[in-house]
């Protein structure tokens, strides 16, 4: 399946804490994409990170990828209450016309 | 920053009556897609067009959808004859490549209520 499989389903910390995400997959890929989706608003393109990369940074962003593992990790630094949403992440194997998106991470920052 | 638009962004319509969604996808894009969520579920894929045809589509996306690029610049998702399971957030993409690494940016959706 092309699906990426979020972890953990829900994740709740305090305003200023970092907070990790991780995003299993089980098919080759040529690239990983992570996306923001306030409730009821669209998807956001946070950041890809191709195959042959391992680690990505954008902003208070850093993404890194495990080909071996077949897994990814999201880590938002200085959490802000805006970031309350939840985030997805998108593997694009080969040949893909579609990405295939899971139940995602609810992220919570307290105030 | 170039963005994809949807109009409009709620369509309330009729049970059995025809819709079209429109899309204006980032202008030099050359993939293009429709998806769709249901209030609590999952984004899921409806179809993916490129070079002037479908190059997929799921199983949702069944005789009564259809999508069209009229013009150089917009990208439409019909339902010919809605249906009350058909209310959901459409979501219009756009990338500019596939397998080079081309990100998918979405738009905001459209929300359709089928009563």
């Known amino acids: 399946s092309q699906q990426g499989e979020e972890d953990p389903q829900a994740l709740s910390i305090q305003e200023g804490e970092n907070a990790t995400m991780n995003c299993s997959y089980k098919?080759?890929?040529?690239?990983l994409q992570w996306y923001r989706q306030n409730s009821g608003r669209g998807l956001v393109h946070l950041i890809l990170?191709?195959?042959?990369?391992r680690e990505k940074h954008s902003g208070r962003l850093r993404v890194t990828l495990d080909t071996s593992k077949k897994s990814s990790s999201l880590l938002i630094t200085a959490s802000r209450a805006a970031d309350t949403a939840s985030y997805f992440c998108?593997?694009?194997?080969?040949?893909?016309?579609?990405?295939?998106f899971g139940q995602g991470t609810r992220l919570t920052i307290n105030p | 920053e170039p963005e994809v638009t949807q109009t409009p962004s709620h369509q309330v319509t009729q049970m059995g009556q025809e819709v079209i969604l429109r899309c204006v996808p980032i202008?030099?894009?050359?993939?293009f897609y429709w998806y769709r969520q249901i209030l609590g579920q999952k984004v899921e894929f409806l179809v993916s067009?490129?070079?002037?045809?479908?190059?997929?589509k799921s199983e949702i996306f069944d005789d009564q959808f259809s999508v069209e690029r009229p013009d150089g610049s917009n990208f439409t998702l019909k339902i010919r004859s809605t249906k009350l399971e058909d209310s959901a957030m459409y979501f219009c993409?756009?990338?500019?490549?596939?397998?080079?690494?081309?990100?998918?940016?979405f738009g905001p959706g459209t929300r359709l209520t089928v009563l």
């Open positions: 993409a756009s990338s500019e490549a596939r397998d080079s690494g081309g990100s998918e940016f």
């Open positions: 098919t080759s890929i040529n690239n």
């Open positions: 990170i191709r195959s042959n990369e």
């Open positions: 998108a593997p694009d194997p080969p040949g893909a016309q579609k990405l295939v």
């Open positions: 202008s030099n894009h050359l993939y």
């Open positions: 067009f490129y070079n002037n045809e479908i190059s997929e």
